[in-house]
């Protein structure tokens, strides 16, 4: 069933792919079609090994006012705990903190509560608290630091799903997210299908290209590759069992 937040839905085998590509190829596909900011600067992941793929699922804080404050965190009426119960399977939540660290914008038991509901993973950047216990948990976290504060001395939660910025990037509810070892980056949705194919296509060239170099090939006509370079790559795909591109 579509979720109303996604503009697009992802074909198995992209979403496969963007399992396995860097984000550093993804922003050189998006470059190539005139996005050039893309990559969420100043996160880092809580654990690099794991990889996240999923539709992103925005949440907006603005500062915390005296009068505004829900210490009690009103699960019928507290916007940041409808998100929780709202997200979805392989979305990702990514919180507009405005990159104020002061507090934390989400603490560990949400994010299991979010695993538990199939959620793909958790953006901010803003700050996270019970950062030891994101580290045991099975589920890709990418922060812009850790603080114990609870989120509402700073901030708080005004809407979902609706256009927010994160780490100086637009991100549109149902925007691609994907993040390894390196960081996030945010593919746009209309373009998230080609992108990934054309994605995994670069990384086999440049797996070819790596194994010439490490070789002892000069990059010299290989990267980039020049045609005689591009006919050997061809080649090594039929040696291979892999389809021409």
């Known amino acids: 069933m579509a979720q109303s937040h996604r503009p697009v839905t992802l074909s198995d085998e992209a979403l496969a792919k963007l399992r396995t590509v860097s984000t550093a190829t993804l922003t050189s596909q998006l470059i190539k079609r005139g996005f050039h900011n893309t990559f969420l600067p100043g996160l880092y992941p809580l654990q690099p090994e794991l990889r996240m793929v999923g539709y992103a699922f925005t949440l907006r804080y603005v500062p915390a006012r005296e009068d505004l404050v829900d210490t009690l965190y009103d699960n019928t009426k507290n916007v940041q705990r409808l998100a929780v119960e709202t997200v979805g399977k392989d979305d990702v939540l990514v919180i507009d903190a405005r990159g104020d660290t ?28 019970d950062t030891p216990g994101f580290k045991t948990l099975d589920f890709p976290a990418y922060v812009k630091a850790a603080h114990a504060t609870t989120s509402f001395e700073i901030h708080h939660p005004v809407e979902m799903n609706v256009p927010i910025g994160c780490a100086g990037v637009l991100i549109m509810p149902g925007d691609i997210m994907v993040g390894d070892g390196e960081g996030v980056v945010a593919i746009p949705a209309q373009v998230a299908e080609e992108v990934a194919h054309a994605a995994y296509e670069q990384e086999r060239l440049e797996e070819f290209i790596q194994a010439k170099v490490a070789a002892g090939a000069s990059i010299l006509g290989v990267y980039p590759p020049d045609e005689q370079t591009l006919a050997e790559y061809e080649e090594w795909r039929r040696q291979r069992g892999l389809r021409s591109v």
């Open 102 to 129: 002061r507090a934390a914008t989400l603490g560990n038991i949400l994010a299991t509560r979010m695993k538990v509901r199939g959620a793909a993973g958790l953006v901010t950047d803003g700050a996270l608290r």
